[in-house]
């Protein structure tokens, strides 16, 4: 086990494409992990100790934390493939201008991410139809939540520096230390000590300071090319470009598939708490399909954009066909678990039935087409890493904003349940897929 973590940070541009991608991988899925189960712990102990109307109030601000993180997401995904590019490329300090150029976004953007959050939190959710009856603890949840702001923006921003550089073990370690005091504050703070939404919107945001200043700690002391040097913190104009140029895109994307998922939830708020307790206890349990998702479409833009630097073309060609495969396969055999498994795994959150319900709803309908939701996010990270991250929006846009919201308006209102506004997904998810799937056959490798 030990060789599958070990740090190594050429492991992409040299030796088996697939021993090295999975190399990178594992650590990431390991994160993730931990990452979406402190999730669910978040919502089990939400869920039993305080119950189904918290559990509703926390779940109703899901889409929009989504948003926020979709956003950051792909702009610090965006950001680690110029690294990346200059890593490959081994110019040295062009990686460290942006690297510092990274850092000073990200507190810029923390602070103005704060302020706004907090300020808008009452109207945003009002719009979005939360229950009037969860409104008062969804407010309190979701400000709690946004004073971490700027501590989730630099660990993303950190840890996406040290993914693009090979690295994705030393992220790994931190996560998992977060995630435990995460799990710990929850525990203690509302299951012992029985105080309400806000403490466990505390214990994230503390979880978040504790991964943010251990990356950027780790980033000012480590003995390398990507050191950070707090003197050199500055927003440089070519480079805070680049960023912007790859990770704009990137951000859009990530903030349209969840602004359309917050149309998604008003329409689910229109059913009531047990409909959006349940909704949001089925999306804790997909997030472990998700996750070998995230994983490959991660590991693929820092393995193509390495390799795009360092101009090994035949390598960026078979990891990508390597990635989707296994990616794929693995999503859809997770996908079929929670398929046959929700009945049971629903229990864990709540024992109303009203609930449980619509959660299996729901999974009977998304769960089995986790294939196409793989294929079409590892697409976006191979066509990002070959800095075309204008055409995954562009896709993104259509099918998963455009076309889903249009479906939504459409077809809801003529066949008003749940399980209507669920097949929104899978229609989507399909026909990206087919759009993604004819732009990946016309790509000529040799010629990039």
């Known amino acids: 086990m030990k060789q599958f973590i070990q740090k190594n940070n050429d492991l992409l541009l040299n030796g088996p494409i697939s021993k090295g991608i999975l190399l990178f991988v594992i650590p990431i899925f390991i994160g993730n992990l931990f990452q979406q189960l402190y999730n669910i712990v978040d919502s089990l102990i939400v869920g039993n100790y305080l119950g189904s109307s918290a559990l509703a109030a926390v779940s109703s601000s899901t889409a929009l934390i989504l948003l926020m993180i979709g956003f950051f997401d792909g702009l610090s995904i965006g950001s680690g493939v110029v690294i990346a590019r200059y890593y490959g490329n081994k110019d040295i300090e062009k990686m460290q201008r942006t690297i510092h150029t990274c850092i000073g976004f990200a507190l810029i953007t923390g602070i103005v991410l704060t302020a706004v959050g907090i300020y808008f939190v009452p109207y945003i959710l009002v719009l979005m139809d939360t229950p009037t009856n969860v409104l008062p603890e969804s407010i309190t949840y979701f400000r709690i939540y946004f004073m971490g702001s700027m501590f989730f923006v630099l660990y993303n921003m950190s840890s996406s520096i040290l993914r693009s550089v090979g690295d994705s073990v030393t992220p790994l370690k931190f996560l998992m230390i977060a995630s435990i005091t995460n799990i710990i504050l929850d525990y203690l703070l509302v299951g012992v000590m029985g105080y309400g939404v806000g403490a466990a919107a505390f214990a994230t945001i503390t979880s978040q300071f504790i991964s943010a200043f251990l990356c950027i700690n780790y980033l000012m002391k480590v003995n390398s090319d990507y050191k950070l040097h707090f003197s050199k913190i500055k927003i440089e104009k070519f480079y805070l470009k680049q960023i912007l140029k790859n990770g704009i895109p990137a951000g859009i994307q990530g903030s349209i598939i969840s602004l359309a998922n917050v149309v998604v939830q008003s329409n689910v708020n229109h059913f009531g708490e047990y409909a959006v307790a349940g909704n949001g206890s089925y999306e804790k349990i997909s997030g472990f399909t998700f996750l070998p998702?995230?994983?490959?479409s991660l590991a693929i833009s820092t393995f193509i954009s390495q390799n795009l630097g360092a101009g090994n073309l035949e390598r960026m060609k078979k990891g990508a066909k390597f990635s989707i495969f296994t990616g794929v396969l693995l999503a859809e055999f997770i996908g079929l678990i929670v398929y046959i498994t929700i009945p049971y795994l629903m229990t864990f959150f709540t024992d109303d039935l009203r609930v449980i319900s619509f959660g299996v709803r729901k999974a009977r309908i998304c769960a089995?087409?986790?294939?196409?939701?793989?294929?079409?996010?590892?697409?976006?990270?191979?066509?990002?890493g070959l800095g075309k991250?204008?055409?995954?929006?562009?896709i993104m846009l259509t099918f998963w904003c455009i076309v889903r919201v249009t479906y939504l308006n459409i077809v809801v209102p003529i066949f008003p349940s749940i399980d209507t506004i669920s097949w929104a997904y899978p229609i989507t998810w399909s026909l990206s897929s087919l759009v993604y799937l004819i732009y990946y056959i016309r790509i000529k490798w040799d010629k990039l």
């Open 389 to 394: 991250a204008y055409v995954p929006m562009f």
């Open 368 to 384: 089995a087409f986790s294939c196409l939701l793989a294929f079409s996010h590892i697409m976006s990270g191979i066509l990002r």
């Open 293 to 296: 998702i995230t994983c490959f």
